[in-house]
């Protein structure tokens, strides 16, 4: 009798494997939409405020932020913050969104989330 013995390899890795896959290329779709920016505002508003807006992220806006520490934390990262590289957002765009960030003013509802 010819018993074949296989090895039942679980499909564990393939899954872990597809699964990251698949943030990756939504992440890219994102960035594909996003390709060009109308201007600093834009970017605020769909991606700083998707973490600076909600919570997630400290309150950024009406700070008067020096614009150059803005660029510099959005390009490099800044411990949980991910670092943006300039295929995701161009020297220009990031130019008007810290422009944008340290000229706003702050929101009313800031005053009692910043209390920390
Ligand atoms: C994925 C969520 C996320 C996104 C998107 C994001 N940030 Fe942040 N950001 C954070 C978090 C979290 C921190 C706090 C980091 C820490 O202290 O650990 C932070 C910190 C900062 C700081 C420092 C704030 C301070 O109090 O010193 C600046 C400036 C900043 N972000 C600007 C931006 C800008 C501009 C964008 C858009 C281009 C942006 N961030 C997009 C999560 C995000």
């Given amino acids: 009798m010819a ?6 390899t679980t499909k564990w890795s393939l899954a872990a494997g597809i699964l990251g896959l698949a943030c990756l290329l939504s992440l890219a779709a994102w960035a594909e939409v996003n390709g060009s920016w109308k201007n600093g505002e834009e970017v605020y508003a769909k991606v700083c405020g998707y973490c600076h807006q909600t919570g997630i992220g400290p309150v950024i806006k009406g700070r008067k932020l020096p614009p150059e520490y803005t660029v510099h934390v959005v390009r490099n990262g800044l411990r949980a ?4 590289p300039a295929a995701f957002i161009d020297d220009k765009a990031l130019r008007e969104v810290a422009g944008y960030i340290s000229k706003s003013a702050a929101e009313q509802k800031q005053e009692a989330e910043n209390e920390r």
Avoid: D, K
């Fill in 3 to 8: 018993v074949s013995t296989r090895w039942i």
């Fill in 81 to 84: 913050m991910p670092a943006f």
